[in-house]
């Protein structure tokens, strides 16, 4: 039979667990596949200490972040993004607003700049009026963003 040690993983490991768990495996996976891949190190008292002191760290810095999303989600759920599109005299578009272009204006009115994964936006918004948007500010942090879709004032005809 073949011999088992204990590691700690450094990354999450599909079927043994998530990254500072610790775990036994046979040495030859551990060997063979753990270490060269960088995904554990062996379970000594000195990466026990480190490993429970980055966990802490990781909890005061999620914490601080949670805190700053919240903070984020209040004021962004008062405001109300303005997208101008052009459109027929019916109120149909050309084209649609997608989340990019919510992202985009978002910064360039309000002054706030926030990554594409942030902003849930399932489908474009292909119609005149007021929508929603789902904001995923961090895991435990959600709310919704209203924008509303504006038809573009056409110019006047020339003479």
Known sequence: MGKSIE???????????????SCRVR?????????PKKLATTLTPGTKRLIEKKRAEAVVRLA????????????LEKLTV????????????FGSVGAADVLAKLAADHGIELPKKQLAMYEHFK?????????HLHPEVRGKLRV???A????????
């Open 27 to 35: 040495a030859g996976h551990a060997r063979n596949f753990l270490f």
């Open 127 to 135: 119609s005149l009026g007021e929508h929603e948007a789902a904001l």
């Open 152 to 159: 573009e004032k056409a110019a006047a005809p020339a003479e």
């Open 82 to 93: 303005v997208c101008a599109v052009k459109a027929n005299a019916d109120g149909r578009l």
């Open 64 to 75: 601080k972040e949670k805190e700053e999303a919240e903070v984020l989600l209040a004021k």
């Open 7 to 21: 590691v700690i993983l450094l990354e999450d490991v599909a079927d043994l667990g998530r990254s500072g768990d």
């Open 148 to 150: 509303k879709v504006v």
